[in-house]
């Protein structure tokens, strides 16, 4: 039962690299979701995308893209990465349906470090 | 939009004290309130929630409480044990439409000292 898996799990890159952080559920959630913690500033949210198919910009949009590929996954992507970005990333879903809020479920993060 | 405050950000308690953590959201329309644990290395794990149709919730040694006028939850943990150790955070969430996501406090740091 792996729920939420995230890769890579690290991550060293120059200023000015591109990359592509993964996420997948086994869950069979609709809604996933990427946030980004930094110390004392606790999670912000990235993007979030509701279903297969749509995708929302969160707090903290500026510099990333994101793809929901299918309704397993939902990537994250630096185009020139700067060192503001660096952070630990999550990725996070949700089911949706049967009337009450469910919980998100976040996976192990993945800490990207730019040099 | 949401703003979420938590405190203290670091809390020291006796093993088998009562630790309680306390947030306040700013958002009137928010009605999910979950609480995180995250281990070093980990990502955040939800320990207990709360909807804004109740005032306490209780899950063995963990309790929440809401008081809705005052927009604060706090978070009980009675009888802490050393395992207890980690990073808690808040979070609350509007219903539907909009940002989907949970709006996070900065987190409270517990460690249980032996």
């Known amino acids: 039962n792996a729920g939420v898996t995230q890769t890579p799990k690290f991550q060293v890159l120059k200023t000015g690299q591109s990359m592509t952080l993964q996420c997948a559920q086994d869950m069979n959630h609709n809604s996933m979701y990427w946030y980004r913690q930094d110390p004392g500033m606790g999670l912000r949210l990235i993007y979030y995308s509701a279903s297969e198919g749509t995708t929302d910009k969160g707090e903290v949009p500026n510099g990333y893209n994101v793809s929901r590929l299918n309704k397993r996954e939902f990537s994250l992507r630096l185009e020139s990465a700067a060192p503001s970005q660096t952070s630990v990333y999550f990725c996070a879903s949700r089911g949706t349906g049967g009337g009450l809020r469910q919980p998100q479920h976040f996976g192990d993060g993945t800490r990207l470090s730019i040099l | 939009g949401e703003n979420v405050e938590q405190h203290p950000s670091t809390l020291s308690v006796q093993e088998g004290d009562s630790a309680v953590i306390k947030c306040t959201y700013s958002?009137?329309?928010?009605?999910?309130f979950p609480w995180y644990k995250q281990e070093l290395g980990k990502g955040p794990q939800l320990i207990i929630d709360?909807?804004?149709?109740?005032g306490e919730k209780k899950d063995q040694r963990i309790a929440v409480t809401l008081n809705k006028t005052a927009k604060h939850f706090s978070l009980h943990i009675t009888e802490t044990q050393p395992e207890d150790s980690a990073v808690y955070f808040c979070a609350a969430s509007m219903p539907g439409g909009g940002a989907d996501g949970l709006t996070f406090g900065k987190g409270t740091h517990l460690i249980i000292q032996p």
């Open positions: 709360i909807r804004s149709n109740v």
């Open positions: 958002d009137s329309a928010s009605n999910y």
